[in-house]
């Protein structure tokens, strides 16, 4: 009787030290640079593949352009879930513009913890170790395998991290769900947009700024297609759930000189796609746009198109459910499901015909200066990583 009343005794501290080693990690994280571009640095993957591999859990490292991804894993039977994060940060900007704390100086103000990361998401990867620490710790009655994809590059488009490592990682695991930890407000996200940039280019003839009758503006050209565009309207996706598209102009460049008009002006255009768009159909939409701001394809402009990033919806019910009781369970109120926001490597996994979710914290300071989050928060996200887990790997 004594030993169980130890062991309960025991199990209840460590629970309650959770909440501690969670909020250390998170801190741990932001003291370490990790900004993307360069999106090289080793210290943050070593300090986790130390950390998990002392909980009992399989680490490995993969590198792809000097850029580093750590898996860790807990290996059973079925289910197999991945869970997807990132450690790289945008850049912050001038330090002066942060008033709080240095941005990889962690600091916790009236509840708060600050520092570039503690949004977008050094945090809900400290929360997702503590869940899986927590899993790890009870194995020999939890069916099912967890890895954690702790990737790079996750901030410059995934060409480093999950683009060339998830299609990999699901050959060797056959993942039957994947959840990433992208801040959602503790929202459900039930998919993302996809992503195109553009340019377009606007033909003038130069001439001096005195004489303009003797050039053509290509300036002119362009201000007439900025307000063309932003008027466009894109047909709104068959799903009522799914975000509409949208189309941004992002960057503008004419001319060298004062007093010469150019022979060429350039915007950039950021368009967040459905799936029921494509390239062929994003290039037919805006040819019509600038057909009807006056402007003539070849003879005005040249449109140039990528395609970065794929949309990816996930249907599966069960899943969702699981989810949405898991955060409910939590927070006290039923989360609402949503497809917005930018991409995230969530849809590397999806692309797979894998089942993909988002679920993670306030997400009103990523990319700005004095980013943080609510340190509760923090903790509220460890348990519902916790529950989310424990519901999917319960002994059928």
Same mark, same amino acid.
Not at 166 to 188: A, K, M, S
Not at 291 to 302: M, V
């Given at each position: 009787?004594?030993?169980m009343l130890?062991?309960?005794?025991?199990?209840?501290?460590?629970?309650?030290?959770?909440?501690?080693?969670?909020?250390?990690?998170?801190?741990?994280?932001?003291?370490?640079?990790?900004?993307?571009?360069?999106?090289?640095?080793?210290?943050?993957?070593?300090?986790?593949?130390?950390?998990?591999?002392?909980h009992?859990?399989?680490?490995?490292?993969?590198?792809?352009?000097?850029?580093p991804?750590?898996?860790?894993?807990?290996?059973?039977n079925?289910?197999?879930?991945? =869970?997807?994060?990132?450690?790289?940060v945008?850049?912050?900007?001038p330090?002066?513009? =942060?008033?709080?704390?240095?941005?990889?100086?962690?600091?916790?103000?009236?509840?708060?913890?600050?520092?570039?990361?503690?949004?977008?998401?050094?945090?809900?990867?400290?929360?997702?170790?503590?869940a899986?620490?927590?899993?790890?710790?009870?194995?020999?009655?939890?069916?099912?395998?967890?890895?954690?994809?702790?990737?790079?590059?996750?901030e410059?488009g995934?060409r480093?991290g999950?683009?060339?490592?998830?299609?990999?990682?699901h050959?060797?695991?056959r993942f039957?769900?994947?959840?990433?930890?992208?801040?959602?407000?503790?929202?459900?996200?039930?998919?993302?947009?996809?992503?195109? =940039?553009?340019?377009?280019?606007?033909k003038?003839?130069?001439?001096h700024?005195?004489?303009?009758?003797e050039?053509?503006?290509?300036?002119?050209?362009?201000?007439?297609?900025?307000?063309?565009?932003?008027?466009?309207?894109?047909?709104?996706?068959?799903?009522?759930?799914?975000?509409?598209?949208?189309?941004?102009?992002?960057?503008?460049?004419?001319?060298?000189?004062?007093?010469?008009?150019?022979?060429?002006?350039?915007?950039?255009?950021?368009?967040?796609?459905?799936p029921?768009?494509?390239?062929?159909?994003?290039?037919?939409?805006?040819?019509?746009?600038?057909?009807?701001?006056?402007?003539?394809?070849?003879?005005?402009?040249?449109?140039?198109?990528?395609?970065?990033?794929?949309?990816?919806?996930?249907?599966?019910?069960p899943?969702i459910?699981?989810?949405?009781?898991?955060?409910?369970?939590?927070?006290?109120?039923?989360?609402?499901?949503?497809?917005?926001?930018?991409t995230?490597?969530?849809?590397?996994?999806?692309?797979?015909?894998?089942?993909v979710?988002?679920?993670?914290?306030?997400n009103?300071?990523?990319?700005?200066?004095?980013?943080?989050?609510?340190?509760?928060?923090?903790?509220?996200?460890?348990?519902?990583?916790?529950?989310?887990f424990?519901?999917?790997?319960?002994?059928?």
């Amino acid at each position: 009787m004594t030993g169980m009343l130890s062991f309960a005794l025991a199990n209840a501290m460590m629970n309650r030290m959770t909440d501690d080693a969670v909020l250390k990690i998170a801190q741990e994280l932001i003291a370490i640079d990790t900004t993307n571009p360069p999106g090289t640095q080793p210290q943050a993957v070593e300090y986790l593949s130390r950390f998990l591999a002392g909980h009992g859990m399989t680490c490995w490292t993969e590198t792809v352009s000097g850029a580093p991804s750590l898996f860790a894993a807990m290996e059973g039977n079925e289910p197999a879930v991945c =869970w997807i994060g990132h450690w790289d940060v945008v850049p912050p900007g001038p330090p002066e513009s =942060w008033t709080v704390t240095a941005p990889f100086t962690p600091l916790i103000r009236d509840g708060m913890l600050y520092g570039r990361g503690a949004c977008d998401m050094k945090t809900g990867i400290a929360a997702a170790i503590g869940a899986a620490v927590e899993l790890a710790a009870h194995t020999r009655r939890r069916p099912g395998t967890l890895v954690l994809a702790i990737l790079a590059d996750e901030e410059n488009g995934g060409r480093r991290g999950g683009a060339p490592l998830l299609q990999n990682l699901h050959r060797r695991f056959r993942f039957d769900y994947g959840l990433v930890g992208e801040p959602t407000g503790f929202d459900l996200k039930i998919g993302r947009r996809g992503a195109c =940039w553009g340019r377009i280019h606007f033909k003038g003839i130069q001439a001096h700024g005195a004489r303009p009758e003797e050039g053509d503006n290509p300036i002119l050209k362009l201000a007439g297609a900025v307000t063309a565009l932003s008027r466009t309207t894109f047909t709104r996706d068959i799903r009522t759930d799914f975000a509409d598209p949208t189309l941004s102009v992002t960057t503008a460049h004419a001319g060298d000189k004062d007093n010469v008009i150019p022979n060429r002006a350039t915007i950039g255009i950021d368009i967040r796609t459905t799936p029921s768009q494509s390239l062929q159909s994003l290039q037919t939409d805006l040819h019509r746009t600038l057909r009807e701001a006056g402007l003539a394809r070849n003879t005005d402009y040249q449109l140039e198109l990528s395609w970065l990033a794929d949309p990816y919806y996930t249907v599966h019910e069960p899943y969702i459910r699981l989810c949405s009781e898991s955060i409910e369970s939590v927070t006290g109120r039923t989360p609402r499901k949503c497809v917005q926001g930018g991409t995230s490597d969530g849809r590397f996994l999806a692309s797979l015909g894998v089942p993909v979710l988002e679920i993670g914290l306030e997400n009103t300071t990523l990319h700005k200066v004095n980013e943080s989050c609510c340190v509760e928060s923090l903790f509220k996200l460890k348990r519902i990583y916790s529950a989310v887990f424990n519901r999917l790997f319960q002994p059928s």
